[in-house]
């Protein structure tokens, strides 16, 4: 399982955009990249999820190079309702074991402020 | 929006006690997990469940726990003989079956809260 390495922290302000950094060196051929956010004593709820290039829903956009060994999630104009923990996950593509179990890791701790 | 609900949101037990941690995973899912996160560490995997039977499990899932779907709906999770180790937050989740993707969605539920004495 590719591992990940994303910051610990990050601090912003309301209205502004943040960009999110992990990286996965040894991410396979068939390897997805997801993301989760996770509320203090709530489960974690997916976010966006990619393979190449650039996804983009209604809340986040999730930038990938082409040597997918790093990718960046975005959200666009936070609130401080964004205050959260953000988990990058690699696996699961069809050739996979067809492991399914989600392994979290430190995740990156989001603060925003007034 | 459909969601997974899970019962009890807390749970206090004794040592040794058995705990049985419900959940109703979304009706159209056909994959169910659990997951436990101790106050202030990482999510972790136990058990996944698919088609009546385990599918994945970790260490952590040894012959203290037990899953099982009774009925089409509930899916629970047994602990025959809580330890204090066994205090966390338990969430279940539940996926659609997975078609090119196996890292497909997982919806997860509010947790239940076990606190073992």
């Known amino acids: 399982l590719a591992k990940t390495t994303q910051p610990i922290s990050m601090d912003s302000y309301e209205g502004q955009e943040v960009n999110i950094t992990c990286s996965h060196n040894?991410?396979?051929?068939?390897?997805?990249i997801t993301w989760y956010q996770q509320f203090p004593s709530q489960g974690p709820r997916f976010i966006i999820q990619g393979y190449k290039t650039k996804v983009t829903n209604e809340v986040a956009s999730l930038f990938i190079p082409a040597d997918r060994k790093s990718s960046t999630l975005s959200l666009p104009r936070v609130s401080l309702s964004d205050t959260a923990v953000y988990y990058c996950l690699v696996g699961g593509g069809v050739r996979d074991t067809g492991r399914r179990a989600l392994t979290f890791g430190s995740g990156t701790r989001l603060q925003v402020q007034p | 929006e459909p969601e997974v609900t899970q019962t009890p949101s807390h749970q206090v037990t004794q040592m040794g006690q058995e705990v049985i941690l419900r959940c109703v995973p979304i009706s159209n899912h056909l994959y169910f997990y659990w997951y436990r996160q101790i106050l202030g560490q990482k999510v972790e995997f136990l058990v996944s469940?698919?088609?009546?039977?385990?599918?994945?499990k970790s260490e952590i899932f040894d012959d203290q726990f037990s899953v099982e779907r009774p009925d089409g709906s509930n899916f629970t999770l047994k602990i025959r003989s809580t330890k204090l180790e066994d205090s966390a937050m338990y969430f279940c989740?539940?996926?659609?079956?997975?078609?090119?993707?196996?890292?497909?969605?997982?919806?997860f539920g509010p947790g239940t809260r076990l606190t073992v004495l």
């Open positions: 989740a539940s996926s659609e079956v997975a078609g090119e993707i196996a890292f497909n969605e997982q919806f």
């Open positions: 040894n991410i396979a051929t068939n390897d997805y």
């Open positions: 469940f698919y088609n009546n039977e385990i599918s994945e």
